[in-house]
């Protein structure tokens, strides 16, 4: 399963290029004082953190 497969993280924009993840900078997930909204970050930050951790346990030979 990749990061982008789940559809909160589709709906917020997150793309993903081999192990990286990138948020697009867009007006629909900007908050009141026009900066990216905290939730998206954090939804960014959670896929992130979840491709490390496939790539490194993934990588194990049992």
Same mark, same amino acid.
Do not use: P
């Given at each position: 399963?990749k990061?982008?497969d +789940?559809? /909160?993280?589709?709906?917020?924009? +997150?793309?993903?290029?081999?192990? *990286? ?10 908050? *009141?004082?026009?900066? +990216? ?17 496939n790539? /490194? /346990? ?5």
């Amino acid at each position: 399963m990749k990061a982008t497969d +789940i559809a /909160f993280v589709q709906l917020v924009g +997150i793309k993903q290029n081999e192990n *990286h993840l990138s948020l697009e900078n867009k007006k629909d997930i900007h908050n *009141h004082i026009d900066t +990216i909204h905290a939730c998206a970050q954090v939804t960014l930050a959670k896929r992130s953190r979840v491709c490390i951790y496939n790539n /490194f /346990f993934l990588s194990w030979k049992v």
